[in-house]
Structures are given as structure tokens and as C-alpha cells.
T-cell receptor, first 115, second 114 residues
Framework: NAGVTQTPKFQVLKTGQSMTLQCAQDMNHNSMYWYRQDPGMGLRLIYYSASEGTTDKGEVPNGYNVSRLNKREFSLRLESAAPSQTSVYFC??????????????FGAGTRLSVL | AQSVSQHNHHVILSEAASLELGCNYSYGGTVNLFWYVQYPGQHLQLLLKYFSGDPLVKGIKGFEAEFIKSKFSFNLRKPSVQWSDTAEYFCAVGLNTGGFKTIFGAGTRLFVKA
């Protein structure tokens, strides 16, 4: 039982390059999330998907797009990377309710540097 | 706007010292409360949670937290820390403002000296 799996673990991009962060969960959870973690700012929600087929913006969605490919997979795309997107990205899932009343399970994170 | 405040960004303790990490939130409605922990090199995981009932909740590894509604607080405590408690601790608040959401605090980095 792998839980939440994120790939890649590390990535270095040049400004303007694009990339997709992949996330998959094997817990049959309805809700999935993408966060970014920056020093002194905690985790900030980028996008979430309350259920298969739906996605919604979180607190900091600019510069990102997401796809809920199926119930298991939720990808995050940077179309044109900027240095301000240097961060650690976490995918998470929960049974329901945007983690407000259910436990969130996190992936190991992707450390992204944009030069 | 709703927010979660963690009082200390960095805490350094010696083994066997007592720990209390503060967490306050700003929201007047019903909340669910969480503490998540991130050990070095590992992913975030749940330490403990409060949904309802006894405001003193116990989690893994000897941690506990007390919900004081009148103070909008959910402080994390441990009577005697160990070197293995070195980690970053995040307080989180789940709420419903017409839609569910979870707000995380900025985190507290705890370093326990052996």
C-alpha cells in the first residue's frame, strides 16, 4: 500500500520551461490537493479536486493548471516556470471535504528550483 | 479572513524537556483541528486531531493537544521530548465557510538536542 506517490522528487527548470508533476493515490479517496510549501508560510493550497471530474482554485493558483485524470491521479502543470515558483510541492488526498473534516495523506514532495 | 498562527517558528530543546507549541486560529464558527508532523526526509503525517468531544486529545508518540474554544487555541504538548521528535510541526484548521477548506499554520521547526 503506497499511499500517495509523487514524481519527480527533484526538478530543476529554467525560466519559461514547462513541466508536469504527477500524483497518484491508491486509497480510493475522493478529494485530492496540490500545495506548495515555502519557508515561513506553511502550506498554501494551489488547486484541489473534491471529486473525480472537478477541480477548483485554491489560495495561490496563478501560473498553474491541474488535471484530475481519474480518481487515482491528479497532476499539476507549470506552463511557463518562473523563479517565484521555486518551492516544495506536496500532493495530498483525503476521503472528502477538502481535508476539513477528514485526514489528509501526503506524498513525499517535489523540490522544484526554477533558475 | 481566516488564519492560523503558530507562535514559534523555531524551538530548540534538550532531551527530556517539556514541549508546548502554540496554535491560534481566527474563525468564529465550528472548526476541526489537526496537528501534522514532518520528520526530516519524510512526508507530512497526522499527529492528532480534534473533531468533537473531549477537548484534550491524545496522538501518537506521547503527544497531546488541548482545544480551548474561548481562546481559539489548540496547543500541542509533550511532557518529555526525545531526539527523535526533531521535526516540523504544522497546526491546521478545517472549517466550512460555504465550502470546506483547511488552513495551515506556517509551521514550527523543533530541534531536540541529544
Amino acid at each position: 500500500n503506497a499511499g500517495v506517490t509523487q514524481t519527480p522528487k527533484f526538478q530543476v527548470l529554467k525560466t519559461g520551461q514547462s513541466m508536469t508533476l504527477q500524483c497518484a493515490q491508491d486509497m480510493n479517496h475522493n478529494s485530492m490537493y496540490w500545495y506548495r510549501q515555502d519557508p515561513g508560510m506553511g502550506l498554501r493550497l494551489i488547486y484541489y479536486s473534491a471529486s473525480e471530474g472537478t477541480t477548483d482554485k485554491g489560495e495561490v493558483p496563478n501560473g498553474y493548471n491541474v488535471s484530475r485524470l481519474n480518481k487515482r491521479e491528479f497532476s499539476l502543470r507549470l506552463e511557463s516556470a518562473a523563479p517565484s515558483q521555486t518551492s516544495v510541492y506536496f500532493c495530498a488526498s483525503s476521503e472528502e471535504g477538502q481535508g476539513a473534516y477528514s485526514i489528509q495523506y501526503f506524498g513525499a514532495g517535489t523540490r522544484l528550483s526554477v533558475l | 479572513a481566516q488564519s492560523v498562527s503558530q507562535h514559534n517558528h523555531h524551538v530548540i530543546l534538550s532531551e527530556a524537556a517539556s514541549l508546548e507549541l502554540g496554535c491560534n486560529y481566527s474563525y468564529g464558527g465550528t472548526v476541526n483541528l489537526f496537528w501534522y508532523v514532518q520528520y526530516p526526509g519524510q512526508h507530512l503525517q497526522l499527529l492528532l486531531k480534534y473533531f468533537s468531544g473531549d477537548p484534550l486529545v491524545k496522538g501518537i508518540k506521547g503527544f497531546e493537544a488541548e482545544f480551548i474554544k474561548s481562546k481559539f487555541s489548540f496547543n500541542l504538548r509533550k511532557p518529555s521530548v526525545q531526539w527523535s521528535d526533531t521535526a516540523e510541526y504544522f497546526c491546521a484548521v478545517g472549517l466550512n465557510t460555504g465550502g470546506f477548506k483547511t488552513i495551515f499554520g506556517a509551521g514550527t521547526r523543533l530541534f531536540v538536542k541529544a
